[in-house]
């Protein structure tokens, strides 16, 4: 056989992303690979490919000797060396790589940039000819023969592969309800701490977070309260509202221009964030802070003036009735918030529909009190699907048989997707 040497003239011209799909076609099925301290690794999941600045694979699942099943993101390179060379050793989105392949490996270290340092092993076999599928992957059952790895360890869990298209809804719907049930102690707990309306709006503005903007946003919310806010608009006129919710909360995130921040705020508001704070770098218009503090300014003040403006707490009250009429529709278009004058939304359908699933239908069954059987979890157990994540996609193609067809149909199963590879972290 060639050394790695005599094969290098083979490899150099391979793009990287060649190498990708040779790692998540061919690491699963290798017995083991080796590190450069010489520990064994067993690839039982080659994760899912990064579709953002960072690693090449999110929450890959390997064995390693010594400590067992360890959950984390892979960097794939051609040349060891160009780790360095790309910068990731100075990078903080890379913090969570717990494996470094390279086809050429040198005696070096693969450091990041919290100080911890990444394993790394050789991909020299993945250059040969594939290995053969094992003669009981023929009956292994649903998914990719990389899933393999997968259901035991989901057993362990208590998830047992189904053995059709139907005990996989089933399943689907189980495992759905139980990240429903988990969300919803999580507001109950919060409710326990603060008033519901503060919690419901913190959840929502995280929500409207894009990504890197999730935590910023929770920061406005908790700087800019809810108490506060809405005592301010209720003094105004109800068509001055939107703007003046706006104009309080552009001025807190710290994205308002200079003379704006310096304004006096009343009482009840925290210091200012840090402009920096923010993602904005290639954030795409609609998904700009800015932007989302527009839609969320004008969902607040229409929730404030709903018919519920005389209750104790218009923001739940006003989505509530919503999501006791029963209707998926009713409460996105609730949530929904049509576009500016260019004629981009401000929260569009999709985004809505998340905010639904994940934020109001369990807040108002916690509110409810947790009880086996609410409105919210009628609605939920309804709903229509949601648009696919990069999770429900590659769980769906890990996990579900060719020839099952559709069985993810609702929001309930794709959040049953999630629940089960939240499951593969534990």
Known sequence: MPTLL?????YQPLPEKALARLWQKRAAR???????AGRRVRVLYPGRPGTAAGPDFRDALLEVEG???????????LRQQDWYAHGHADD??????VLHAALETVP???????????PVISLASLLEEEEPAAETDSAAGPGTAASAGLWPLLERKGWGRPEDAQGMGVLLDAAGDARFRAKAAIFAALMREQSPAQT???????????RANRQPFLKLAQRAPWQSLA???????????ASAIEERLLEVSGLAPAEERRRRRPPGYGPALNADEWHTFRVRPANHPRHRIGGASRLLARCLAGPATGAEDPLATALAVKVDGGKPAALTAALAVKGDSAGQAFVGDARARDMAVNVVLPF????????????AQALYEKFPRLQPNEITREMAEQLLAPEWGAVVTTARRQQGLIHLHRQLAG
């Open 92 to 97: 903080p989105n890379y913090n969570g790589v």
């Open 231 to 241: 005592a301010e608009a209720l003094a105004l006129p109800p068509e001055e509202r």
């Open 67 to 77: 400590l067992g099943l360890v959950q984390g993101d892979v960097e794939l390179h």
């Open 6 to 10: 005599e094969r290098k003239e083979e």
């Open 364 to 375: 108002c069954h916690a509110r409810c009190g947790n009880t086996e059987e609410s409105p």
């Open 200 to 210: 419901l709006y913190e959840a929502l503005m995280e929500a409207l977070g894009y």
């Open 30 to 36: 290798q017995r083991e690979f080796r590190t450069s």
């Open 108 to 118: 070096q270290v693969t450091n990041l940039q919290n100080g911890h340092r990444a």
